[in-house]
């Protein structure tokens, strides 16, 4: 009889706690799953035993779970936690450096736009790269353990700034060019650049060019690393813009006013069987090669791209697409080159300056002669 008057009594105290519980107070944890299961039947442990009364979670085990929930509660405990990560001041203040590199240039690392250059031993390039926050970069790879072998050849980093992302661009590839290190990826050697040409009777033909002549030449569309690539991409311009295979020389006909194969599948206008004039078959197929225009150097000497940014400016001089260094507040004249390389065309900076220049995204500058400059 005392037992089950010790259960009754337990029972009243959790049904007068859960009806008087405030509202706006919010469960805990324990409460949330206790209650469901005050309720709940216990399952026999023996599945095939004879039909037996399920059995409840014994009241006292419930009051005293309650009980703690409660002491936690007032104690002011959290009831979840996580690792915050430590800010970025006590990173800093706490990160640990390769003691084999010189400390001074890990230090002058800006938070900003530049280029950065990893040297060895002897001053020997070992990586060039850029980014817009200089410092950022560079710590990643001295805590990357994937560049462990590169990090452990470094000696020395330095570095140089530039006003914004096409600065340090041009500069990343004529650094590439001029110091090769060792561990960037070496670029495929250019044996011979291949483009389109029209020939006399106005029909595009596959060429091998050089770079110089890039630069100079006119009616130049497309550059290619092969001559394969050229040719394949003068079938897909045929194909897209529904011109004429034997038009543009791509096809044998077989005999005058024949169709193309692309005419007997209705991908062709009839250029081929006098359907299309050929005027007008021109006018569409120089047209369609316009997108692929090599813009040879419209000035007569080297101009200067402005570019601006962290409160100073850069002019990055240019001749005849070939970026031939900057000038800024610090560096009034430009750095030597070999006499060869201040003329002619280079590809890497063609490509990274045509298309601003096309969409008029480009704050020109004309600039005085290279011996001006240079003196």
Not at 175 to 183: A, E, Y
Not at 281 to 308: S, T
Request: charged residues 25%; contains cysteine; aromatic residues 6%.
């Amino acid at each position: 009889m005392k037992n089950k008057k010790d259960l009754a009594r337990a029972m009243n105290t959790i049904s007068h706690r859960t009806l008087h519980t405030s509202p706006t107070s919010p469960a805990s944890l324990t409460q949330l799953f206790t209650r469901p299961l005050m309720h709940a039947a216990m399952p026999a442990l023996m599945p095939h035993a004879p039909s037996a009364q399920p059995r409840k979670l014994p009241a006292a085990l419930v009051e005293r779970l309650l009980v703690q929930e409660g002491e936690r509660s007032q104690l002011g405990r959290p009831r979840t936690s996580f690792n915050a990560p430590p800010p970025a001041a006590f990173r800093a203040a706490t990160m640990t450096y390769p003691a084999h590199i010189e400390r001074a240039g890990i230090a002058a690392l800006p938070e900003g736009c530049g280029v950065y250059l990893l040297r060895g031993a002897d001053d020997r390039p070992l990586y060039v790269g850029r980014s817009l926050n200089l410092r950022s970069r560079v710590l990643a790879h001295l805590h990357n353990h994937d560049e462990a072998y590169l990090i452990g050849q470094t000696r020395r980093i330095e570095h140089r700034r530039t006003a914004g992302e096409l600065g340090a661009a041009l500069l990343e590839h004529s650094l590439l060019r001029d110091l090769q290190p060792s561990h960037n990826k070496k670029p495929r050697s250019r044996r011979g650049l291949f483009t389109l040409r029209l020939d006399m009777d106005g029909r595009p033909q596959v060429a091998q060019v050089s770079e110089s002549e890039l630069g100079r030449a006119e009616n130049l569309f497309g550059i290619f690393a092969s001559e394969r690539a050229a040719r394949d991409a003068l079938h897909k311009l045929v194909e897209r813009h529904a011109l004429c295979s034997i038009a543009t020389g791509l096809e044998q006909a077989s005999s005058l006013g024949a169709a193309c194969f692309a005419r007997q599948i209705r991908r062709c206008r009839g250029a081929c069987t006098g359907e299309e004039s050929g005027e007008q078959h021109q006018q569409r197929l120089l047209q369609a090669l316009e997108d692929l225009r090599i813009q040879p150097w419209p000035y007569a000497g080297a101009m200067g791209i402005v570019e601006k940014g962290d409160g100073w400016q850069q002019v990055h001089v240019i001749d005849h697409w070939r970026y031939l260094g900057s000038l800024d507040r610090d560096h009034r004249q430009l750095r030597a080159r070999p006499a060869a390389s201040l003329r002619g065309f280079d590809l890497d900076s063609y490509k990274l300056v045509i298309q601003p220049y096309l969409l008029g995204q480009l704050e020109l500058r004309a600039l005085p002669s290279l011996s001006l400059m240079n003196s």
